[in-house]
């Protein structure tokens, strides 16, 4: 299966060398992100895609000094919705019967249920509720990178609150999960390159109900 060689193959680059990913690498990776299924359909974040050099450099300290912020060629920020709200979840519903062609109306009890379960739980449930659906999308993408021979370094390693300050996006209603730097790996001066990659053994992994 070509996708578990990719797996087995891909690692968390630690030193990137600066060189720029092809523009259409980098949208299909956004894309594989884009097409991941999420609860309800909802897809309640956003990917930001940085290649500002003076930006990228800024974000470096608030990700503990990680060098690939800056080296990398293009920075994905995935930011969840910070809390699920009447506008949102309708919006997306109609959008939805829209591009099926629907009547109008068609999805309104179900948007009605939605609303009775995300309208009565705490803004901070909701977020960790988005957040969790931003990962599936995050895992796609590292994935899909790994497919197309781009190296990526999955980090959750920053500072969000800071991060979400130098971008604004709390006032987008957003908060800021994980970032996924995009590039080629250094490996001359990258420690974990050749390194043995690791993984728990199957039968440690697995358990099966039978």
Known sequence: MELLKVLNERYATKKMNGAIVPQEKVEAIVEAARLAPTSSGLQPFKVIVITNKELKEKIVPIAFNQSQVADCSH?????AWDNYTNERITQILDYTVAERGLPTGTMDEYKNRLLSIYGNRDAELNFIHAAHQSYIAFG?????A????????PMEGFDAEALDK?????????RSVTMLPLGYRDEANDWLVNLKK????KEEFVSEIK
């Open 166 to 174: 130098l971008l604004g996006l709390r006032e987008q209603g957003l």
């Open 146 to 153: 790994g497919e197309l021979k781009v190296d990526a370094t």
């Open 75 to 79: 920075l994905l920020v995935f930011a």
């Open 198 to 201: 690791v993984r728990r053994p």
């Open 140 to 144: 796609l993408a590292i994935a899909a």
